[in-house]
């Protein structure tokens, strides 16, 4: 298997495989691959199951991966805040582009209103269905972007480099090929 990375590194042009450093400390490497392996296929079974704000949460999950994914593989000074809201404006503060940051913040002010606000009367159940349809492509969007915007290019010194539990090399034309081709996550 590293034989085959590295031989595909050296058979393509920088830049076409970038290197994300990890986000955690210790990062539970096999458990976080199994379930995004499984994220597209358990928000499918929620929207068939018109169960919207499990739609609404898994997204937000995968959104918040990216923007750590983001924040962490681009300059920065201070500690990556936790909360999504925060996380998401430093990554604006950071490049993320206005409009796409635009979209994930009324994604969060309507999460947060859905999640929060349902049982206490704010919102129909129903409502919660333009939200679901609104951001739709909107995971993918961000995870291009982070794709494109952060990491770093892989080059033949790949091999002498020093790399932690959790960085992920990845092929960027078949990442974002997987993106633009699969149902919305």
């Avoid at 392996?37 to 068939?48: F, G």
């Avoid at 969007?141 to 494109?148: I, R, S, T, W």
């Avoid at 915007?149 to 092929?171: A, C, K, Y």
């Amino acid at each position: 298997m590293k034989r085959d990375i590295l031989a595909a590194i050296r058979a393509e042009p920088v830049g076409t495989f970038k290197l994300f450093r990890a986000t955690e400390e210790q990062p539970e490497v096999e458990q976080a691959m199994a379930n995004l392996a499984e994220l597209a296929q358990r928000i499918r079974h929620a929207r068939l199951a018109n169960c919207l704000i499990e739609v609404i949460s898994l997204r937000l999950q995968y959104m918040d991966i990216w923007l750590r994914v983001y924040f962490e593989n681009t300059p920065h000074q201070e500690a990556r805040q936790q909360e999504f809201g925060r996380l998401l404006k430093q990554c604006f503060q950071q490049g993320l582009e206005k409009d796409l940051y635009d979209k994930i913040h009324k994604f969060n002010k309507d999460r947060v209103k859905a999640i929060h606000g349902y049982l206490v009367g704010v919102m129909k159940y129903d409502d919660l269905a333009p939200v679901v349809a609104e951001s739709d492509g909107l995971s993918e969007a961000l995870a291009e972007f982070v794709l494109v915007n952060s990491g770093e290019p892989v080059t033949i010194e790949f091999e002498r480099q020093h790399h932690n539990r959790g960085d992920v090399v990845r092929h960027l034309p078949s990442s974002i090929a997987h993106l633009r081709t699969r149902d919305p996550i």
